[in-house]
Structures are given as C-alpha cells and as structure tokens.
C-alpha cells in the first residue's frame, strides 16, 4: 500500500513538471520574446547565449556583463514618470504618453516593407554601427522602447554600441538608468546644447565605422539595418535614410508610409514630402526596392560613413538647438560631391507630433530663422533671395560668423546651388526674375488650385499641398495670373462669372489683374470684379464685385517679388 502511494505521488509530480515544460514551451512559441522583468522575476543569467558567427563576420570575445535587455526592470523604469489619473496625457511630451506607456518596449508592429525585401539576402562583410539617440526629457516609454527596437530587431554583430546623449534632461536618471543594459552609453551634457551639438558629441563617442543617428520616439522595423550598411559598403559617400512609417500620437498605432515619397523643401525653406514624378514612379515598376534619390532628408533618422562624416564637416555648430540642420547636412552632402537616398527595405516607425515639447531659447521661430540663414547665406548663392522674399523677416537675423563653412565649402570644391537645382531638384520652380509673385495663391488653409481642369476649365480650391503641381501659379510683369501655359481670366464683366483657364492673350485685359497688396484683393484691370471663393464649391472662383470686407476675396501669395 506504502509503496503505491509513493508510486502515484511520484507520478502526480512527474505529470506537474510535464504540464509546465509544455506550456512554457507553448508560450514561447508565441509572438516576440516578452521582457521578462515584466512578468516576474527569474534567476539573472549573466553568461549571455553562445553566438553563432555569420560566415565571414568574427564577434568580438569581450563580454557585456551588464544587463541584458530581457532583464531590465522596464516597469519600475516607467513607472517612476507615468502619468497619473486626472494628469494631462498630453502634457509633458505633446502626445499620449498614457498610451505609450501601456504598450510594452517589444510589441510587434506589421512588417511595412515590400515583399521583394522580406526574402532578400543581405551581405555578409557589413560594418557595424553606433546608434546614436539624443533627447531631452524624453518619455521613457518611447525611449526604452526604441532602443529595444533596434537590439531586438538588428543583427547582434551590427550593433556595435547604442549612445545616448541626454541633452540636460530635468533628470539625470532617466538615462543613467539604462546604463545597466548591455551596449548602452549614456553622455550627459552639463548645459542644453540641441540637437545639433549633441550629435556631433555622441558621433565623436563612437567607435564603429558607421554611424546611425535615431530620434528618441522611433521604433525600427524588421531588419531595418542591413541595407543601410550594405548601401554604404556600396558607396561609401551615401548618406541613407529609412522610409519612415507613422506612429500615432494619439494611440501609438503603427502605420506604414507610402514608398512613393521623397523629401523636399519651399523656398521659405520648411521641408515638405513630395511625391515623385509620373516619370520616377514609371522607371521604378519592376525596381520597386531600388533606393530613392531624395533631395532633401527629414533629418531625424540617417546612416552615414563615420569618417564621411567628419570629411564632409559634421554639423554647423554655430547652429542652434533644432530645426534647419537637415537642410544644410542636405545642401552640403549633395554640392560637395555625395549623395542622399532613401532606402525602401528599411522601415522605422515615427511619432510625429503638432508642436514641441520643450522651448527655444529667444523662441523656435527665430531659432529656425538664424538656423535657416545660416543655411541660405553658405549653400544658396544668389538663390537665396527666394528665401528672403518668401521669409523677408529673415532679414533681421542675426546669424553669426559663417567663415569656417565658407572655407569648408572651398576646401571640399563643391558644386553650385545652380547645379544642385538643375541636377538633384528640378521639381523645384525658380521664379522668373521679372515676376511680381510666385507659388501659392492662398486663403487660409485653402489654395487655388485647377482641380486637374485644362483649357477653359474652372479654377477651384483645395487644401494647400505646398507641392506646386495643380497649385502653382505666377503673376507676370505683365499683370496675367498664370499657370503653366494658362492665364486666369473671364469671359464678360460681369460679377458671379466663374474663373476659368485661357490661353494667354496679350491683348485680352479679362487676362489681366492687379494686386491691391493692402487689401489682399486681386482686382480685375479694368473693372471693380475681384476673384471671389465664396461659391467655390458649387461652381468655383467667380469674379464679384470688389469688397475689402469681404474673406472670400482676400488672398495671399506665397512669394512676393520686387
């Protein structure tokens, strides 16, 4: 009897042992690896997992015997800064921390790449690189989960370190922390520097051959890095960016961007995304994975050749905190011989929010306005006239001593911004000299647009784009408001006659217009008709009878020239 009872008791505790190595097997196999500090406390394994080396590649023998990221206490982490009920979610950041908050460091976000990448073969010889993330007061939810974004979804031999330069956060701990996790540095600065210095400080850390610069919001998709490296071992002067995919704001979704897209500017020098041509887009079919020829990048994610880096003159450091940076790293890579492209098989996620969470010493606006100058006053040549009849309070500001990037400009034999206009942005309209105004004809959040309508078609409204295309036009010296081969006109002086496309004839004064600039109206030459919007959406502009009191007549255009 004695001995049944310890043969089922040996039994029932065999089964147990059974049941939970099945069903920690069967939550392994389920979805990403969950940090397991999230979950409950396990034994701390400090002999990492063996390695299996890529042929070719050789993994460093030295060890991290700090933390893996698996093991870092995220919760306690988080939680010391997490919103509380009744607190303003959107507060402290400018978007929902409370959702950011709730989603762990390693959910799973969709693969937006093109199935073509998803079943390609990366080189072999790829040099690592250092990530370098800057931030100030930063949401440690976002931040924590993008630095495990990138261990966990970037080949282990390619990292080579993850730099964080925290730019005189409120709290020093919130990178200090995350010293604990194996292949992170954290830099502090003793002053608030910006963006721009920070980065240059934590490339100057660096010690892999490539750098990668991330902003502290992000979330890198599968196998994100590889080609970016192998672009760069490619060509070395490359400088490459991801396609960067949409995290919401509001709740974190992750939304995958179109890969039609380039980067691109106005000339008041604010960067906007352009669709490619019809041509581009055609000479893709088949290519679809072919990096993209961009002539402007976004700025906040990039990898570049660290000693093409330092070869091509980092930053401007007499730049201040954020904002033009990209336009310069843009205007200078292109004009002293290298190149920018976007790389479709790389995918970062990004939170793109309304306005920032922290201040500008002086204010952001004329932060950008010296930032933006400095930009006009190195790269643009004569071209910068544009700018400053586009943002003529640019004028005023003090921008510093650009000596040093005068001489890097000489030293490195760049092109012109003539070249870079005809050869990198042709899209880009140069206003003819002779004009009186250029770009835009605008209304508030409305611009005049063709609404695709040709010769003796209507003009109507839409939502400012600021791409050019439909919403293009020029007042000629000569008084006509033109679109291409088309002139605004009428067909009889009479009001509530709709605005329609004519070809241009000089001797037809329906075609000709005048600015009343005080007023915002555009007047018909010879009669008291101004362009009106008011039945825009039933038949389009109409000219009616002029009235300075009225909001449908006023309009403004997006350059004025002499």
């Known amino acids: 009897m004695r001995r049944n009872v310890r043969f089922l008791a040996g039994f029932g505790v065999f089964w147990i042992v059974c049941v939970v190595i099945y069903m920690r097997k069967g939550n392994d196999s389920q979805g990403p690896t969950e940090n ?14 063996a390695q299996v080396e890529p042929p070719g590649v050789k993994i460093p023998t030295t060890r991290d015997e700090r933390l893996s990221w698996k093991y870092f206490n995220e919760k306690a982490y988080i939680d010391k800064t997490k919103v509380l009920p009744g607190e303003d979610a959107y507060a402290k950041n400018k978007f929902n921390q409370a959702a950011s908050d709730n989603i762990k460091s390693n959910r799973n976000v969709p693969d937006t790449r093109n199935p073509q990448c998803q079943n390609k073969n990366w080189r072999s010889d790829l040099d690592p690189t250092s990530v370098i993330i800057t931030f100030h007061n930063e949401a440690r939810s976002t931040l924590i989960r993008t630095i495990v974004s990138v261990l966990i979804r970037s080949p282990e031999h390619l990292i080579k370190d993850i730099i964080l330069v925290d730019d005189y956060s409120d709290s020093p701990d919130t990178g200090k922390e995350l010293e604990k996790i194996q292949k992170i540095k954290v830099i502090r600065n003793e002053r608030r520097e910006g963006l721009i210095r920070s980065r240059v400080k934590g490339a100057a850390a ?24 192998e672009r760069i071992k490619e060509n070395r002067r490359a400088v490459v960016s991801p396609i960067i995919d949409v995290i919401n704001m509001d709740n974190f979704a992750y939304i995958g961007a179109s890969s039609d897209l380039k980067g691109g500017f106005d000339w008041n020098l604010v960067f906007k995304w352009d669709y490619m041509t019809a041509k581009e887009r055609q000479s893709r079919v088949g290519h679809e994975i072919q990096p993209i020829r961009t002539p402007m990048i976004a700025g906040g994610l990039f990898s570049i050749e660290k000693k093409w880096f330092e070869e091509v003159g980092k930053y401007d450091m007499m730049m201040d905190v954020w904002g033009g940076e990209n336009l310069e790293i843009s205007f200078r890579v292109w004009q002293c011989h290298g190149s920018l492209e976007i790389i479709p098989c790389s995918r970062v996620g990004h939170v793109f929010r309304k306005q920032h969470p922290y201040t500008f010493p002086g204010g952001s606006g004329t932060v950008f306005a010296r930032n933006t100058r400095r930009v006009a006053e190195v790269w643009m040549d004569d071209y910068k006239q544009f700018y400053f009849r586009a943002v003529p309070s640019a004028k005023g500001v003090y921008y510093g001593n650009i000596r040093e990037r005068v001489e890097l400009r000489k030293r490195l034999k760049c092109k ?24 835009a004809i605008k209304q508030g959040l409305l611009c005049m647009d063709i609404l695709g309508h040709t010769i003796e078609g209507t003009v109507g409204m839409f939502s400012c784009h600021d791409a050019g295309g439909n919403q293009e036009w020029s007042m000629t010296k000569y008084h006509r408001i033109k679109h291409q081969e088309y002139c605004m006109g009428f067909d009889s002086p009479q009001a509530g006659q709709p605005i329609k496309l004519k070809l241009c004839n000089p001797t037809d004064n329906l075609q000709k217009w005048k ?48």
């Open 206 to 229: 660096a010690t892999a051959p490539v750098l990668t610069f991330l902003d502290s919001h992000c979330e890198c998709n599968q196998d994100w890095l590889q080609p970016l490296l």
């Open 515 to 562: 600015q009343i600039n005080d007023a915002g109206l555009l007047q018909s030459w010879d009669h008291n008709l101004c362009i009106d919007s008011k039945d825009s959406k039933k038949t389009g502009l109409t000219v009616e009878n002029c009235s300075a009191n009225s909001e449908s007549q006023i309009w403004e255009f997006t350059l004025d020239l002499p």
């Open 416 to 439: 012109s911004f003539k070249w870079y206009l005809h050869s990198v942005y042709p899209e880009l309209k140069v206003p003819d000299k002779s004009d009186l105004a250029f770009g």
């Open 36 to 49: 397991t500090a999230l979950i409950l406390k396990v034994p701390f394994q400090k002999t990492p997992k």
